[in-house]
């Protein structure tokens, strides 16, 4: 039997691909999901949750947290996209730096003067974020293979 649907003909060797807003948006709502799941177990466990920001202290919340998850891929992936369409090889750099980008951010939480387990809920936060842009834009360009 054979079908009208070019979607149903496996042309493409049964990948099925996102549109690259899903692909923007979905890695962005997961960052920010994992991210404020990330606080609240900091928080749960003891963490002050507060960085010394201009002199004062400042404490994370949860909006802050959803915030910077949810802009710093956002950026990161359509930054990268617009470069993409002039040379397709900055997906692959987007990649490395957005890695780059990610570990260098959770050395941060190391040198500030904080607590421990503040630190240890930072660093993980920033490190899936990075993961997250890693990872959608590996779903991009193999989509667009």
């Known amino acids: 039997m054979t079908s009208s649907n070019p979607a149903a003909t496996g042309t493409t060797a049964g990948r099925r ?33 507060v960085l010394e920001l201009n002199g004062e202290p400042d404490k994370i919340g ?41 570990v260098l951010t959770a050395v941060g939480p190391l040198v500030q003067d904080t607590d421990g387990g503040t630190a240890a809920t930072l660093i993980p936060m920033h490190l899936f974020v990075g993961v997250v842009v890693v990872a959608a834009l590996e779903i991009i360009r193999r989509s667009r293979a």
């Open 17 to 49: 691909t996102l549109p690259i807003w899903q692909v923007v948006v979905g890695s962005a709502l997961v960052a920010a999901v994992v991210d404020v799941v990330i606080l609240l177990i900091g928080d749960a466990a003891g963490a002050s949750l």
């Open 62 to 102: 949860v909006g802050d947290v959803v915030f910077i998850s949810v802009v710093a891929p956002v950026l990161g992936i359509l930054v990268t996209l617009l470069l993409a369409r002039w040379r397709p090889v900055f997906l692959r750099v987007g990649q490395a730096v957005a890695g780059a980008v990610a």
